[in-house]
């Protein structure tokens, strides 16, 4: 099955810097890439994706990028605000698979 | 409702006991999964259902867990002989499309002691 590894597990950036997330993924017939916001106490919503025939997809001040040759895929947020703090989640699904694959994770946390 | 909707949104238990979570996902929604998250890790499989039916029941951690979706709605996770290492929050989400967004509920919080 897919293996997917989110890092850092722990992010810290003051206010109006940028944050990067990475993940890997190991299933190269993943073809659908989200990223989910998970904060405290709170169901993760999804804030962007991307799916395979896409290297870069942006929204606002969230883009995320994906390498296929690599099998990875980035999340960035540019000025970063203290309402940006939360856990944020990859994940990765493969068209012949039933499940979204999640990463384990990112703390970010925005210094105001 | 317009969102994915799970009961209860806490649940303590004692060890031993029956355990019935339920979710009520977005209306037109086939496709229905039910994760489980324990404290800083993300979001585990357990089961996927499309319709009535489930596709997918690899995740679940052993046979005291079971869920079902009679009429391809609402689902509900069972979990017989509860056990401590069962204390997770216990995700629901549903898609229009398996490989769609996933929209979550605010997860039921499974507490066994």
């Known amino acids: 099955g897919e293996n997917v590894e989110q890092h850092p597990s722990t992010l810290s950036v003051q206010e109006g810097d940028s944050a990067v997330i990475k993940c890997t993924y190991s299933?190269?017939?993943?073809?659908?890439f989200p990223w989910y916001k998970q904060e405290l106490g709170k169901r993760p919503q999804l804030i962007i994706d991307?799916?395979?025939?896409?290297g870069e997809k942006k929204d606002q001040r969230i883009a995320v990028t994906l390498n296929k040759t690599a099998k990875h895929f980035s999340l960035h947020i540019t000025e970063t605000q203290p309402e940006d703090s939360a856990v944020y989640f990859c994940a990765a699904i493969s068209p012949l698979g039933n499940q979204f694959y999640f990463g384990t994770g990112t703390s970010l946390t925005v210094i105001p | 409702g317009a969102g994915v909707s799970q009961t209860p949104s806490n649940k303590v238990t004692e060890k031993g006991k029956y355990v019935e979570l339920r979710c009520d996902p977005i209306?037109?929604?086939?496709?229905l999964y039910w994760y489980r998250q324990s404290l800083g890790q993300g979001p585990e499989f357990l089961i996927y259902f499309q319709g009535t039916g489930a596709a997918d029941d690899s995740g679940l951690p052993n046979d005291r867990f079971f869920a079902v979706r009679p009429e391809g709605s609402v689902s509900t996770l069972k979990i017989q002989r509860t056990e401590r290492g069962d204390s997770a929050v216990y995700l629901c989400?549903?898609?229009?499309?398996?490989?769609?967004?996933?929209?979550f509920g605010e997860g039921s919080r499974l507490t066994v002691l």
């Open positions: 299933d190269s017939a993943s073809n659908y």
């Open positions: 209306s037109g929604h086939t496709a």
């Open positions: 989400a549903s898609s229009y499309l398996r490989t769609g967004e996933l929209f």
């Open positions: 991307i799916r395979s025939n896409v």
